[in-house]
């Protein structure tokens, strides 16, 4: 009983309003825009699902990650794929567990309807992270994570209908179970294919863009301080540049902080056309986009960015 008083006690409460959001974020090294502080808030005060859309490594799933973290809640995270299913993202019952019960009951002639009741109780029930999200926990509710959600399949989305609306599962052989705190539910989504309208009404939405030039050299500063503030504005800069360019698939923030590591770890104090071409596998990920940038449409990138300093 002490340590769940302890646990409730550690839980940091909801922020107030769209600056006590900036600031909560911030205190977990999150740079926010207003508009991405102001979705959040309006979802953690009216307890709806917040439903994010952005290019891959704009920000989505660490919102989620440093809300869990800022507000000292547990994290459960769903990873979505192709073939997702509820048994994988829901429940599903334990059936060797269940087999093994049969047989011992086998040898004392059981009543059947006895043993099919006994069958489907919570103790053979196997949680998996939808259901686990609706538990309730000494430390507040936790906040479920429904990641890359356009990667699994569209039927799938049909199951989290239920939750999203009314924050509870229908099992057949258990009932409905119910969360007694709405979690707070961040979905993602890298627009790979489009989420249907009956989803998306049932959540706040926000697209993620990538951030504007002072903004990420901020997240730089607070992710990888290590990197001086002269190669700072020359990594902003180039990738900026680079994001310009018709790209298979331009570098997100996640690569921002990848390349300002790398050179760290090179010893690089400047941007240099060799130094560029060595480590553009930190920042593009298609072999047609190395192809393109690399040599000279690199060097005039850099060209472009030391003329501008």
């Known amino acids: ?39 959040a808030f309006l979802a953690l005060r009216l307890n709806r699902p917040l439903f994010l859309e952005g290019e891959a490594g704009v920000g989505k799933t660490e ?10 809640r547990d994290l459960i995270r769903l990873q979505c794929y192709e073939g ?22 086998e ?18 029930l196997i949680e998996r992270p939808l259901l686990r999200a ?11 994570l429904i990641d890359e959600l356009d990667r699994a399949d569209p039927p799938f989305e049909a199951f989290l209908l239920e939750l999203l609306e009314d924050f509870q599962l229908s099992i057949p052989e258990l009932g409905t179970v119910r969360a007694p705190m709405p979690p707070i539910v961040v979905l993602t989504s890298n627009r790979t294919r ?15 863009d990538y951030p504007d030039t002072t903004m990420e050299q901020q997240i730089v500063a607070n992710r990888a301080p290590q990197v001086s503030e002269a190669l700072r504005g020359q990594i902003v800069a180039f990738i900026h540049g680079l994001r310009e360019q ?29 130094l560029v071409d060595d480590t553009l596998g930190t920042l593009l990920k298609y072999q047609d986009d190395m192809a393109r940038i690399r040599g000279p449409q690199a060097a005039r990138l850099l060209a472009q960015v030391q003329g501008e300093r």
């Open 134 to 144: 609706l538990r309730p926990r000494a430390n507040g509710a936790p906040v479920l």
């Open 194 to 208: 489009d989420v249907h309208d009956a989803l998306k009404r049932r959540c706040l939405y926000h697209w993620v």
């Open 63 to 72: 919102l989620a990650k440093v809300l869990a973290s800022a507000l000292r």
């Open 107 to 124: 040898r004392q002639a059981p009543n059947t309807q006895s043993l099919e009741q006994d069958l489907y109780r919570e103790r053979y």
């Open 246 to 274: 018709a790209l298979l698939k331009a570098p997100g923030v996640a690569e921002t902080l990848d390349w300002a590591n790398a050179l760290t770890q090179l010893g690089a104090s400047s941007l240099t056309d060799e």
């Open 84 to 105: 997702l299913d509820l048994a994988s993202a829901a429940y599903e019952w334990d059936y060797p567990r269940q087999l093994l019960h049969i047989r011992a009951a």
């Open 1 to 39: 009983m002490a340590e769940s008083r302890a646990a409730a006690a550690a839980a940091q409460a909801p922020p107030d309003d769209v600056d006590d959001t900036v600031a909560l974020l911030a205190s977990a090294g999150y740079v926010a825009s207003r508009g991405l502080a102001a979705a």
